[in-house]
């Protein structure tokens, strides 16, 4: 069995204060793998984040979601994670709640 590509995305919590008193500071990380099985994906996404979780100086939060890739061939904009959820928001409402929030410590 030859093995394939998978994005896996997991999630940490920061062990350090966030800027704002009484917040919690989160990362949201993707990674792409090859693995034999999704299966097989999952669990080499769980170890590589327990261990950038322990070199970061992070929590993992047990959480990981995991992408099969359908081309083979990573190239420039090759599709390496995506998600479809069901939810009654319109278009920018759903935008606000998931994506932009306003906490996010990224630039536009």
């Not at 069995?1 to 920061?14: D, F, H, I, L």
């Not at 500071?25 to 984040?49: G, V």
């Not at 979601?65 to 928001?89: A, G, Q």
Request: net charge neutral.
């Amino acid at each position: 069995m030859e093995k394939q590509w998978y994005s896996a995305r997991t999630a940490y919590e920061v062990l350090v204060s966030s800027e704002k008193k009484g917040y919690h500071l989160y990362e949201d990380r993707i990674i792409i793998l090859q693995a034999l099985s999704i299966d097989n994906a999952i669990e080499e996404a769980e170890k590589e984040a327990k261990i950038y979780a322990q070199k970061a100086g992070c929590k993992y939060l047990d959480f990981v979601s995991v992408f099969h890739l359908f081309e083979s061939d990573i190239k420039h904009k090759t599709e390496v994670y995506s998600l479809m959820r069901d939810s009654k928001l319109s278009g920018d409402k759903y935008v606000d709640r998931f994506f932009d929030t306003g906490k996010e410590r990224t630039k536009h």
